[in-house]
């Protein structure tokens, strides 16, 4: 297995190398990526499937950037047994992203364009509108990639195939810049899609594995991305968030305005693989005070989440307790799903022993070895651990949804940021009932065992709840902990958040979370390696780590906790 993290800095094609498993002489490589023959003249829509499904195809990422990194950092998932006072570093393996975007989103959707930018004139005139499509999902990724790398190569990428010489050395964008380019190019893909050509464009249909070549929905998604883009500039350029979010939310068709709109994918063939289940890792809960704050606001994505504790019933409990199996003094709570405490140092604390081992004791004659905290629902990211057959379910890829747009427009409201016309206090309500409806549509696709499916009472039941009922006074702490909470699937999206805002904090007054301040920080970015003097791209590589090296907040190069440009406090 390749260690993606030490190729990181390697020029782009090298990506290929890393998804593929497999080596191959430099001359070998030169051969495949400049022999005229390789220039494809197939129908591009082809090369467009290929290049939407690497973003989600990916099982190691899941395993390695996923469940065992991002997830604990973030406090999302915690261990059964306890964490490790080494939780918050890395296990290696990591940064999966970037051997994925240049060893197959990126490539795919470079060749749509260039088969198109190389069509004669009149044929080149019925493709505008799949180009424009195309463009998106590859913006998306490159934003992804350097949302945790900082500066990549972007515009002079993926073109040795069709470059004389060809181009093995492309400079890198600093993500400043980078970010400059990928909104520029979402407007002008949003121009072309609202545009009325003179002639009939020719759609992908089903070769768009998200929406079918619909040009609205592309319109909506561009967008909507647009927006989340603008949200990683609160910290360096808050006046440029208000002027793209004043944009997009006024902009001629709009942002994503319903679950209808969600730029998803479900599949039933992705996300089935051994890596993709994440109790091959072990059992993993959630956090203590995560998980009561959704217990106290009766909130019913905690079925979606989690499984109730091996102790759910008083008559389970007091068996249990009378065997010694729990402590004397523990008394009967009526609460059926348990967090696991996300500091290692109570994993010393004798008194909650009970939390961190499996409880033996015999009910009814049965003997049961049962854990006390709740186990995560593995089978929400993967649906074949619900369902024995292994067909039958979807599962769920999420980019950008209608619960997100919401919550970041409450946001930027809430924080005066934008001038909305909709109430931060009305966005924050719609995009907490469309992440409940979300996840409830979610757990029904994937089979969940035992599901119960949300009833609209709930959804008026907890937006009544105090801490969930929006309270201007500390909108921004419950927003952001709802974004939270609604991107519990989009480990990213989470782990950004938290370093964007803070939220959930364990000062929090909504919804902290644990104080870990005693172990090593957050890791806040991948590590960059310098190349190798015989690496083809060595000079701009290196000059990319020292340019962000010039900020003091990014550390050095290997120091995980130091921080890319968008997260970096403007000075």
């Known amino acids: 297995m390749y260690t993606v993290l030490n190729f990181k800095y390697r020029y782009a094609f090298f990506g290929f190398l890393l998804i593929a498993f497999f080596s191959c002489s430099r001359s070998k490589f030169a051969q495949l990526n400049t022999d005229p023959d390789a220039v494809l003249t197939i129908d591009p829509s082809t090369e467009l499937t290929p290049g939407e499904l690497s973003i989600h195809s990916s099982d190691f990422e899941v395993f390695y950037d996923f469940v065992r990194d991002i997830k604990p950092w973030t406090q999302t998932y915690v261990r059964t047994v306890g964490n490790l006072a080494t939780f ?5 393996n990591i940064n999966n992203r970037w ?14 364009l260039h088969i198109i930018d190389n069509m004669p004139a009149a044929k080149n005139a019925q493709y505008q509108y799949m180009r424009a499509i195309a463009t998106i999902p590859m913006i998306y990724y ?3 990639v350097s949302d945790a790398n900082g500066s990549i190569p972007y515009t002079e990428a993926f073109k040795a195939r069709y470059t004389v010489p060809p181009l093995f050395t492309p400079h890198y964008q600093a993500q400043e810049i980078l970010y400059d380019t990928l909104d520029a190019q979402l407007k002008a893909a949003v ?8 002639v009939t464009q020719i759609s992908p249909g089903a070769q768009d594995i998200y929406f079918g070549g619909d040009p609205t929905h592309w319109i909506k998604a561009a967008n909507s991305l647009r927006l989340k883009i603008a949200m990683r500039l609160m910290k360096q350029n808050p006046a440029k968030t208000t002027a793209i979010a004043n ?7 709009g942002l994503i305005g319903s679950i209808a709109d969600d730029w998803i994918l479900y599949s039933s063939t992705l996300g089935n693989g051994g890596n993709s289940n994440p109790i091959n890792q072990g059992n993993y809960s959630g956090e203590y005070n995560h998980v009561n704050f959704m217990w106290k606001t009766q909130d019913p994505r905690i079925r979606v989440f989690y499984q109730q504790s091996g102790i759910n019933t008083q008559d389970i409990f007091d068996s249990a307790k009378a065997q010694g199996a729990l402590p004397d003094t523990l008394l009967w709570d009526g609460q059926p799903y348990r967090g696991q405490f996300a500091s290692p ?3 010393e604390d004798p008194t909650r022993a009970y939390y961190f081992q499996t409880i033996t004791f015999s009910y009814k004659g049965v003997k049961q070895q049962l854990s006390y905290p709740s186990i995560i629902q593995a089978g929400l990211t993967s649906y074949v651990l619900n369902l024995p057959s292994g067909t039958g379910g979807k599962n769920m890829f999420p980019v950008i949804t209608y619960a997100d747009v919401c919550l970041m427009r409450a ?18 309500d719609s995009g907490v009932v469309a992440s409940l409806k979300n996840y409830d549509t979610w757990a029904s696709n994937t089979g969940e065992l035992n599901y119960t499916p949300l009833l609209a009472s709930e959804i008026s039941n907890y937006l009544a709840q105090p801490g969930v009922a929006y309270d201007p006074v500390n909108a921004i702490e419950q927003i952001c902990d709802q974004e939270y909470l609604n991107y519990y699937v989009n480990a990213n999206e989470g782990w950004a958040l938290i370093k964007r805002t803070g939220y959930p904090s364990s000062t929090g007054v909504i919804m902290p979370s644990e104080d870990v301040s005693a172990y090593p920080a957050m890791p806040r970015r991948y590590a960059a390696t310098f190349p190798s003097l015989g690496d083809l791209n060595y000079t701009n590589e290196v000059n990319a780590i020292d340019s962000m090296a010039l900020d003091k907040n990014y550390g050095a190069p290997t120091d995980m906790t130091g921080r890319v440009w968008w997260d970096s406090p403007n000075p």
């Open 88 to 92: 918050t570093t890395s296990g290696g």
């Open 99 to 112: 051997g994925i975007f240049y060893g197959g989103v990126g490539y795919n959707l470079a060749d749509v």
């Open 142 to 144: 490159a934003f992804y």
């Open 191 to 198: 121009a072309v899609l609202e545009s009325s050509p003179s």
């Open 247 to 253: 944009e997009v939310i006024n902009e001629q068709v």
């Open 345 to 347: 140092a109570v994993n």
């Open 411 to 428: 946001e930027l409201a809430a924080r005066n940021l934008t001038s909305d016309p909709i109430p931060a206090a009305t966005l924050y």
